[in-house]
């Protein structure tokens, strides 16, 4: 089972830009498509943005489309999550996610960020 920890989360104004980082213990990323899902407050968890093992496939949410983009790493066994022109909407608690399928999430999360946009 993979251990994911999540960092980069923060307090910003609408406009700015955040990075989000995403470490992965006791096993290799490589090979397993990695995603972010978010939990606004009193919503459910939904997803965010995706990335496939190659790292050439990418899948978004369609508020973020345009504004967010995911990467990886697996050298470092790092996935990141770009976070460009936040809006308040944007905030929510950020997870990492290992083998989503699609847009459902797979079974090991980390522990989540913190991300909060103020107007």
């Known amino acids: 089972q993979v251990q994911l920890v999540e960092s980069g989360g923060g307090l910003v104004q609408a406009g700015g830009s955040l990075r989000l980082s995403c470490i992965a213990s006791g096993r290799t990323i490589s090979g397993s498509t990695m995603g972010w899902f978010r939990q606004p407050p009193g919503k459910e968890r939904e997803f965010v943005a995706a990335?496939?093992?190659?790292?050439?496939?990418?899948l978004y949410e369609d508020s973020v489309k345009g504004r967010f983009t995911i990467a990886r790493d697996d050298a470092k066994n790092a996935v990141y999550l770009q976070m460009n022109n936040l809006k308040v909407d944007d905030t929510a608690v950020y997870y990492c996610?290992?083998?989503?399928?699609?847009?459902?999430?797979?079974?090991?999360w980390g522990q989540g960020t913190q991300v909060t946009v103020s107007s």
């Open positions: 996610n290992a083998n989503p399928r699609g847009k459902v999430a797979g079974g090991s």
């Open positions: 990335i496939t093992s190659s790292g050439h496939g990418q």
